[in-house]
């Protein structure tokens, strides 16, 4: 073993000298945790330390039994510490869950934080891990984080095991069927059979629902990833798909219960929506430069609305246009970045993000962008055809006027208003447009934080484990 001690001084002045010239406080990061800080005054020493060789368990799971007169489940469990290993935390979650963490980093973290006790003996006679209530028809882990002499958590072990699917009472099933399927929306029929006493149902865009579904299982009140809605009767969807590309497709959900009250997995029911613009015209768009005028912006400073210099600007898309997007940038940012402007207009929506920068507009629209008298700006618009290429590029180029007309009358009905892009990354903040922009949810699901927290412990022949939804 290496050992090197720095005063804290030493540290200190290293960590912080670019920051400030007297720091006052000893700030670790963590990987998987919230910075942590402490008084540099409290510090006596800080030590880097190298020790020989991986600290880890070895842990082994064996079959899974369930008593029906005490309604719980039972697991034998190994666990022998390694060369160096001075103790470990142990816990039950769903192999899916653990599966989608491909960081181990965060894995460890995940257990150092909701595991619980520390245990300094091996479990060397198959301890029986009791009271597990687990979902039938998934495999689970036994996690387990080793820690050296001086307490520091180190390589994660697990072992799987499967809870065996216990048969559903007859064949509960919902029936999905789709009709007055359009550009922007759809209708889906949902009709349980009498096998089901009730059922979980919700629609997102294709691929939502798998993306979500190692994070939770079929349980009440969850569809597989999704906070889905609860029937016992027939449902009808309104899908609302407004602000997607038309021709996406998108996926309706249900999770069916049996009399008992068991879940069967998910299904997945797909349409796919209609396309906007007519295949064969070239795809464009016109902007057109409207008026500029006063109109109320909210203002941080102030911390209400204020009066500023608004530019209004329609864009009207030709038959060929499926869809389309648009952004605005000041002209010095975008004679800068003028690649990376027009890549971020004309980029596909990620399936993995949720903002208004990633809906695409189908229909004539309008937007406002608050400018400056003598600003110069590039307005930027890509179509989109319907075999899913981006069409040519539109630039507009524009100098706001020196004076200000007067206030606007709110534009006509039939011309809704867009949702622009933000500028490029690559562009100053202080140098991009601030333009309003419209947020509509219309109940579609929308991607969940990955948090976690425990939700019930249970306990072994003389020993503590937790069992952890890492979904939430």
Not at 5 to 17: D, K, M, R
Not at 176 to 181: G, R
Not at 429 to 439: H, I, L, P
């Amino acid at each position: 073993m290496k050992k090197l001690i720095l005063t804290a001084a030493v540290a200190c002045g290293t960590l912080f000298s670019y920051a400030q010239t007297q720091p006052d406080r000893v700030v670790i990061y963590k990987q998987g945790f919230n910075p942590q800080s402490i008084l540099a005054e409290r510090v006596d020493s800080i030590a880097f330390m190298q020790i020989e060789g991986k600290i880890e368990v070895a842990v082994t799971a064996g079959e899974y039994s369930y008593d029906e007169s005490t309604k719980q489940g039972e697991v034998p469990v190994t666990i022998i510490r390694g060369e160096g290993c001075a103790a470990f935390q142990c816990m039950v979650a769903r192999a899916d869950q653990v599966d989608a963490i491909t960081d181990e980093s965060q894995l460890a973290a995940s257990i150092e934080q909701q595991a619980g006790d520390l245990y300094w003996q091996d479990f060397t006679e198959g301890a029986v891990f009791n009271e597990l209530e687990l979902l039938d028809g998934y495999d689970y882990y036994v996690l387990c984080l080793a820690y050296d002499n001086w307490g520091t958590p180190c390589s994660v072990s697990k072992a799987k095991f499967n809870v065996p699917k216990i048969p559903l009472q007859g064949d509960p099933q919902v029936e999905v069927t789709f009709s007055d399927i359009t550009d922007r929306s759809f209708k889906a029929t949902l009709t349980p059979n009498a096998d089901v006493s009730s059922f979980g149902y919700i629609y997102a865009w294709k691929g939502q629902i798998a993306l979500q579904s190692a994070m939770f299982g079929g349980v009440e009140g969850y569809l597989n990833g999704m906070f889905a809605a609860k029937s016992e009767t027939e449902v009808v969807i309104n899908g609302d798909c407004n602000y997607y590309e038309p021709g996406s497709e998108w996926e309706v959900g249900t999770l069916a219960k049996d009399a008992d009250g068991r879940y069967d997995k998910a299904i997945l029911h797909t349409v796919k929506t209609a396309l906007h613009g007519d295949g064969t015209t070239t795809p464009d768009v016109e902007i057109k430069v409207g008026n500029y005028f006063m109109s109320e912006w909210w203002d941080e400073n102030a911390q209400a609305n204020v009066d500023k210099p608004t530019l209004h600007v329609d864009f009207t898309p030709n038959a060929g246009a499926n869809c389309f997007r648009y952004s605005v940038w000041t002209k010095d940012v975008y004679d800068q970045y003028s690649e990376e402007c027009i890549e971020s207009v004309a980029t596909d929506m990620d399936p993995n993000e949720w903002a208004t920068s990633y809906y695409y507009n189908i229909d004539p629209c309008w937007d406002e962008f608050q400018l400056e008298p003598n600003t110069a700006i590039v307005i930027v618009a890509v179509p989109k055809a319907n075999d899913g290429t981006w069409g040519e590029p539109v630039i507009v180029e524009y100098t706001t006027p020196a004076e200000v007309g007067p206030a606007e009358e709110t534009p006509a009905a039939t011309a809704a208003k867009g949702l622009a892009m933000p500028a490029t990354k690559s562009a100053k903040a202080e140098s991009t447009v601030n333009f309003q922009r419209q947020f509509q949810n219309g109940g579609r699901m929308q991607t969940l934080p990955f948090m976690m927290q425990p939700v019930k412990k249970a306990v072994s022949t003389g020993k503590t484990i937790k069992v952890v939804d890492l979904s939430k």
